[in-house]
């Protein structure tokens, strides 16, 4: 089966802009993560979604940003606004349901430059 | 709270040679671990994670780790380097009953040479 994907790969944009980007979990997991990893930093955790609702939202640095997986697959990652400060690479994780001790099934990432 | 510690920015290894690539974390309960390995360009993958029973914990591509709570480490191992196993590893820790967030390390580069 397909694992995760993100689209696009890479996205730059011009500061003030607003971006989206796009998660594909692998099919049946419920929990989705979104994380942001910038140069020589593990994953920084941004929000964690349980089927559709977003069940921890306490990682997003502020109101710019803004997550949905209205139908409990896909997930949006929406930035407004876009800062200098936003450029990194947007890592997209799923996992089986329930639970702490499961592993997480990441996606390629995009990797988003605001010049 | 819960931390994850990854005390080498850079682990160098000749090919053939044993590597330990070092972990130690900070958690109030019951720890959970995991490392990830990440080739350049591409996402995170799974290799091994501790949840409970034995301490040696086998995982893929010929990866193990030793959870050790006296000393609070899990440690990555591996009895002979490839040079194809270079690459960024991360560890990663999450609690029994605690936050279903798991806290990543900094990650340890690997090189292996030939």
């Known amino acids: 089966g397909a694992g995760v994907s993100q689209t696009p790969s890479n996205k730059v944009t011009e500061k003030g802009k607003y971006v989206e980007l796009r998660c594909d979990p692998i099919?049946?997991?419920?929990?989705l993560y979104w994380y942001r990893q910038s140069l020589g930093q593990g994953p920084e955790f941004l929000i964690y979604?349980?089927?559709?609702?977003?069940?921890?939202d306490s990682g997003l640095p502020n109101d710019r940003f803004f997550a949905v997986r209205p139908e409990g697959s896909v997930s949006t990652l929406k930035i407004q606004r876009t800062e200098r400060g936003d450029s990194a690479v947007y890592l997209c994780a799923s996992s089986s349901p329930g639970g702490t001790y499961n592993e997480q099934f990441f996606g390629p990432g995009t990797r988003l430059t605001v010049l | 709270a819960q931390s994850v510690a990854q005390p080498e920015d850079q682990v160098n290894v000749a090919e053939g040679n044993p590597l330990t690539v070092k972990c130690t974390y900070s958690?109030?309960?019951?720890?959970?671990l995991f490392w990830y390995v990440q080739y350049p360009n591409r996402g995170l993958q799974f290799l091994l994670k501790y949840i409970t029973g034995d301490n040696l914990v086998k995982g893929s591509y010929g990866f193990e780790a030793e959870f050790n709570k006296s000393q609070t480490s899990f440690h990555l191992k591996k009895p002979s380097a490839l040079v194809s196993d270079s690459a960024l590893y991360f560890c990663a820790v999450s609690q029994s009953g605690g936050s279903y967030i798991p806290t990543f390390g900094r990650g340890t580069s690997l090189i292996v040479h030939p």
């Open positions: 099919s049946g997991h419920t929990a």
């Open positions: 958690v109030s309960g019951n720890p959970y």
């Open positions: 979604f349980q089927g559709t609702g977003a069940a921890d």
